[in-house]
Every structure is written in C-alpha cells, then in structure tokens.
C-alpha cells in the first residue's frame, strides 16, 4: 500500500481530521475532509464488491467536494484527485 492507492488516501484523510481536530477547535473543512473520507471509504467499499458505477461515482463525489471547498494548496486534495484522474484516463 503506498499513500497514493484509495487506502493510503483515506489512511491519510483519517490522520489529517485527527491531527485538525487536536490542534484546535471544531473547523467547518473537518466537515469536508470527512466527506471526502466517506466518499472514499464507499468507493472502496464499492470496487471490492465490484460494482463499478458505485466506486467511480463515489469517487465523483469525493471530487467535486475537494474541488468545491479544499484550499488549491492542499497536497492530501491533489493527490486524490491525481488518483481520480488517473483511474479517468484507463
């Protein structure tokens, strides 16, 4: 498993939301960050079951928010969405 397969990128949604929790008060983008995670997680989810149109929607999801609402800078939000891109271009 490396930090850029779908269990790394939620490995490393799972340490970022524990790390921005502890270091301050509740913040609306833990909000998104465990969006993302969820979208991820059932996308996941959905490829190991083998329904297809479940993993790539889901992955959608977690697109359009990190798009929609995560800072450009974010190193976590362009690693998965290379990780989106690059299951587009198969």
Same mark, same amino acid.
């Given at each position: =498993?490396? #930090? ?14 524990? !790390?921005?929790?502890?270091? +301050? !008060? ?5 909000? $998104? =960050? %465990?969006? &993302?995670?969820?979208?991820?997680? +059932? /996308?996941? =989810? ?13 992955? !959608? &999801?977690? /697109?359009?928010?990190? $798009? %929609? #609402?995560?800072?450009? %800078?974010?190193?976590?939000?362009? %690693? ?8 587009? +271009? +198969?």
């Amino acid at each position: =498993m490396t #930090s850029t397969d779908i269990d790394g990128l939620i490995q490393r949604l799972i340490d970022a939301i524990a !790390e921005d929790d502890s270091a +301050r !008060e509740p913040d609306p983008s833990l909000l $998104s =960050m %465990d969006s &993302v995670r969820q979208a991820l997680t +059932r /996308a996941r =989810m959905a490829r190991d079951a083998g329904n297809e149109p479940a993993y790539l929607k889901n992955l !959608e &999801v977690a /697109a359009y928010q990190i $798009s %929609d #609402s995560w800072p450009r %800078d974010s190193a976590l939000g362009a %690693d998965i969405l290379g990780y989106i891109q690059g299951l587009r +271009r +198969r």
